[in-house]
């Protein structure tokens, strides 16, 4: 016979902590205190994601009493009734019409408790405001575009939204099915070739708030990032004054004037449109709409480029301005921007004449 009074080895405590240990830091990974994520779900800034992340609340709340019921009723069963010697069989139940109704219904009625406020959400959050500040997106493998139809604006990468206003993005697709996604202001919805979706947002603080493209686009979706930059009325009426203005055209003589030259020459322009005004004395550069890469004519005034992954971290403007231009599909996998095998003077040239476009 075993000797089964002697202490417990060593390994059989490791064995039962260590899954232990894993699982809690498995659980603190996605711990609610942690909420410096810039993509949070949980993180909501603005109504309509307050509203979404309400609705997810309520249904966790629920589902957990209904843990706490389910298995408190289990453990009791399996604890009242356990087998011992001796013991009768507990009363059997089965048939009991009563009783399974009841359990029947109870379910029922909290799904239908759920489904009120989630299916009037699910409706609201997909409506836009009449009054609502109108913006344009148009998916593209890798980056969005964002029109402003009131104010004759288009940019990319980077959509600017006044605080507090009610926006309205009508989205569709140039190429296969996005997802536009800014947790912070509302739930993805798709952006599909020839059909519009409609996606309401609205931001309560002034702030920066991360997107992601939420549906595999290609190559190079997960660097299809977006920012929604919220900025305060006044600021944001400045910001549609200043991209309603025209950049400075650069002096002859000067790098950035060879940068625009080499832009004209290296067929950059069938694809980027860059526009001086109807009064500049070069032509207008408007790029043709087949097979376009991003507007550049306010390019300066946008931080974030190349589907708002450029700069990565730790590197500078100018630096990921140079490897982009360098070898576009080596920064960006499967990149529509191909490698134009410019040399190092062309790309200095060029990244000054890019400097310019505010
Ligand atoms: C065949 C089309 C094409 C040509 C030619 C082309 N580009 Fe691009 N360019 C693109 C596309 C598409 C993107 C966006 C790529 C992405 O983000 O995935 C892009 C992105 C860029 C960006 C970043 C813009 C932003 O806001 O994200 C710059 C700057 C740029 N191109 C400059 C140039 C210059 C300078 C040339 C010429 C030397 C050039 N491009 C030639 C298609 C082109
Ligand atoms: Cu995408």
Not at 10 to 19: C, F, Q, S, T
Not at 154 to 168: E, F, L, Q, R, Y
Not at 302 to 325: I, K, M, N, Q, S
Request: overall charge negative; hydrophobic content about 45%.
């Amino acid at each position: 016979m075993p000797d089964t009074t002697r202490r417990r080895p060593l390994g059989h405590l490791v064995r039962r902590i260590l899954p232990l240990a894993g699982l809690s830091l498995l659980l603190s990974a996605c711990s609610l205190v942690r909420i410096d994520n810039p993509q949070n779900a949980w993180d909501p800034r603005g109504p309509i994601a307050e509203r979404l992340d309400g609705l997810f609340w309520m249904v966790f709340w629920i589902a957990v009493g209904v843990f706490v019921v389910v298995q408190g009723a289990i453990i009791f069963a399996v604890v009242k009734f356990r087998d011992r010697p001796g013991r009768a069989m507990p009363k059997q139940v089965h048939g009991n019409a009563k009783l399974e109704i009841t359990w029947t219904l109870i379910p029922a009625l909290i799904l239908a408790a759920v489904a009120v406020p989630t299916v009037r959400g699910v409706f609201d959050l997909t409506r836009c405001d009449s009054g609502a500040l109108q913006v344009n997106i148009t998916g593209h493998q890798w980056w969005f575009e964002y029109d402003y139809p009131d104010y004759g604006i288009t940019t990319a990468n980077v959509m600017v939204i006044p605080v507090d206003t009610p926006v309205c993005a009508s989205m569709t697709s140039e190429d296969v099915i996005h997802s536009f996604w800014v947790p912070a202001l509302n739930g993805k919805r798709y952006l599909i070739p020839g059909q519009t979706t409609v996606l309401p947002l609205e931001a309560s603080e002034a702030g920066e708030y991360w997107a992601q493209c939420g549906e595999f686009c290609g190559l190079s979706h997960a660097l299809m990032r977006a920012r929604v930059v919220a900025l305060p009325p006044d600021e944001f009426d400045a910001w549609v004054a200043d991209q309603q203005t025209y950049p400075a055209e650069p002096e002859p003589g000067t790098p950035a004037f060879e940068g625009l030259q080499i832009f004209q020459q290296r067929g950059c322009a069938a694809c980027h449109g860059v526009n001086y005004g109807p009064d500049s004395e070069f032509t207008n550069l408007l790029a043709p709409d087949a097979f376009n890469g991003p507007e550049l004519t306010k390019f300066a005034t946008r931080d974030v480029f190349a589907g708002a992954y450029l700069p990565r971290d730790g590197e500078t403007r100018r630096e990921a301005l140079a490897a982009w231009l360098a070898n576009p599909p080596d920064v960006k996998p499967g990149s529509f921007m191909p490698n134009l095998g410019l040399t190092q003077e062309e790309i200095d040239k060029l990244i000054e004449w890019l400097e310019t476009l505010k």
